[in-house]
């Protein structure tokens, strides 16, 4: 076999042959694999012992390091159904909050709350016939418990302030009871968030654990 040059490279492989080789490889790369029923049942098993045992040691190194802040909710029924104690959340400042974020902050009553981001400042907010009207525009809200049994008369939010509600409208102690809240009581918003005995039993099921 003769030697092919071109652009100063020599290669013991014609154009033909490289084409026929990237040919076969594009064929291998794009072939699905295909699993036997107990090789996919043990891939599974595999990955969730290393989703066990991996996500602690990733969540604790950012623990550690500072860059979350881990917030266990308090056991309250405010944010349900979205949220249920003893879930833990996975806290971060960014700095940058958009609306229907999951908020953290410290209340005037010195307790940590965690609602819904709902209005910023110059937002006008009202409540009718258990609609949310944000700016005059009703907003759709899946995540509610069920609609609200309060009435609220337009509420313009102060400059510097937020107005946050719970998810559970009709059994929460938030901003259509206190009012706004100062910018400078946020403490994160919720990146992320899990039930420990849901998730744990979700591992366990997939493990077939009785």
Known sequence: ???YKSDNIVSDQSPCEAQNFLGKFRA???TPIQLTPEAQCATRERISIAICF???IILIFFLVTGILKLNILAPTCSMEPTLKA??????VNTGKYEYGDIIVFDSYDGRCYTKRLIGKAGDTI????GVLYRNGVALDEPYIAAPMEYEMLDYEIPEGTFFALGDNRNNSNDSHCFG???VSRLK???VFHFGV???YERIAGALNFK
């Open 1 to 3: 076999m003769f030697k």
């Open 28 to 30: 291998f790369w794009n």
């Open 54 to 56: 991996i996500f602690p």
């Open 86 to 91: 003893p879930d833990f959340g996975i806290i």
């Open 126 to 129: 009202a409540v009718h016939d």
């Open 180 to 182: 706004a809240m100062d």
């Open 188 to 190: 994160g918003r919720m």
């Open 197 to 199: 005995v849901h998730f």
